[in-house]
Structures are given as C-alpha cells and as structure tokens.
C-alpha cells in the first residue's frame, strides 16, 4: 500500500510541477512585455531527420535454451537381398548418393546355381505335364469306346491336373531366382548421404543383412526437454529459428 501511495504522489508532484510551471509563465508574460517579445525572437527549435524517430510496433522474441540430439527421420538401410559375397562398393562414409544410383554389386555364384538347378526342374516338369495331358487325350479316346473304365480316365485325369501344379510350383521357385539374381546391384533408394558401412568387400553376406544405412539431411528433428514453465509459449506450427552448434546464422525451423 505504502509502494502505491508513493507512486501516486510522485504522479501528484509531476503534475504539480507542470500546473506551476503554467502559472510561472502566465505571470512573467502578464507582468513584463519586453520580455515577452524577446522570448517571441527567439527562433523555433527545428530537429534534423537523423534526429526524428517515429514509433512502431515491432515483435520481441522470446528465447528458450535447450539442447537436444539432431534426428534424421527418413533413414534407409540398404540391404543384401540374397546371400553372398559382397563383391565391390562404389561409395564410402559421406558420400552423396542420388535415388537409383548403383553403390556396389554381390557375387552371387551360389545363386546362379540354383536359378540353373531350378531351370532344370522346370524343364522336367514341364516334360512330365505334357507326357501326362497325352496319356489323358489318349484315354478319353479309349474311354469314349469303352475300352477302359470311367475310374481309370479319372486317375488320368488326376495325374494331368498333379503334373501341371509341379510345372507351376517349379516355375515360381525359378521366378523367384531369378529376381533375386537380379538384385545383385545394390541401388540407392533416396538422395542422401551414406552415414555408415556395415560390411566391406570381399566378406560373406547374408540375406537381409545391412550394407549401408543412407540418410537425408534435408530435413532433420530436433527433440528435447522443455521446462513446464515455458510450454505455454509454444504450440505446434509456430515458427522458430534454432540455433545449431557450429553455425552462426539461425536455422529457420517449426514446430
């Protein structure tokens, strides 16, 4: 209370002042004329532009400290998609890559093999399937003059439809060889930066084992700890400048 009425009676003195002041001058110009008219020579005083300022609104940001680790979340792992041996990578750590490019190629002999074996097995179940459709046509022959039994047109019947799912079964193992021979090249699948090498050339690999981790740094998360006192300052989408260790310009950044 004793704080308020000091405030208030500093007001009253200011305004006192002024209101005595008016009434000085008021008195020295109804009492003196020639002073009156020497004040009236005196001339304006003017102000240079550099001296003028005009008020305006401007914003004041507020700043909270804290730290926090710096995440990349669109990070690819490339990976072997067959075992093998890593034959030659075309990138280390810190190279640039761009989507599609090819960072290094797989020895898969082991798998070229077994797309051979498995072309061979397609070829004899395709041999088996076409023995097995002319033994059926040749018995519906037979069976349309009786010359066998209904129950054994059936069992050919059964042995055409076995034969056919052997030759599909074998077509899709080779089908799958095949891809994977195809995916010896290790291709990149983003523009990024290789941030690290799992494996060197030369050493065993197997399938789905990690080759490069790739990550783009376009776009980059900032997590930390807030203290409940400031949190009511942020909400989500406000726009920010963060300060990162080892740049002197601010990076422009959002909630």
Request: proline letters at 5%.
């Amino acid at each position: 209370m004793g704080e308020i009425m000091r405030k208030q009676w500093w007001l009253g003195g200011v305004a006192v002042a002024v209101l005595a002041g008016g009434a000085g001058v008021y008195a020295t110009s109804g009492s003196s004329a020639p002073a009156a008219k020497k004040d009236a020579a005196k001339p304006a005083l003017e102000f240079q532009a550099g001296e003028v300022i005009k008020p305006t609104m401007a914003p004041m940001p507020g700043l909270i400290e804290f730290s926090g680790p710096l995440v990349a979340p669109n990070t690819v792992i490339v990976r072997a998609k067959a075992s093998g041996s890593l034959d030659r990578l075309t990138v280390g750590e810190g190279s640039r890559v761009k989507a599609g490019q090819s960072l290094g190629q797989l020895d898969l002999e082991e798998l070229r093999h077994k797309v051979a074996e498995r072309n061979a097995s397609v070829e004899s179940a395709r041999a088996m399937y076409e023995q097995s459709e002319r033994q059926y046509k040749a018995n519906q022959g037979l069976a349309s003059q009786n010359f066998i039994a209904p129950t054994a047109l059936d069992n050919s019947r059964a042995q055409l439809e076995s034969a056919r799912g052997q030759m599909l079964s074998a077509q899709a193992q080779l089908g799958t060889s095949e891809v994977l021979l195809r995916q010896a090249a290790l291709i990149s699948p983003i523009d990024g930066i290789v941030a690290k090498r799992h494996t060197l050339p030369g050493e065993k690999v197997a399938a789905e084992q990690q080759v490069l981790t790739i990550v783009d740094l376009s776009k980059l998360e900032l997590a930390g700890l807030v203290g409940t006192h400031e949190v009511g300052k942020l909400s989500p989408g406000m726009t920010v400048q963060v300060k990162v260790e080892g740049s002197d310009e601010p990076v422009t950044a959002r909630i």
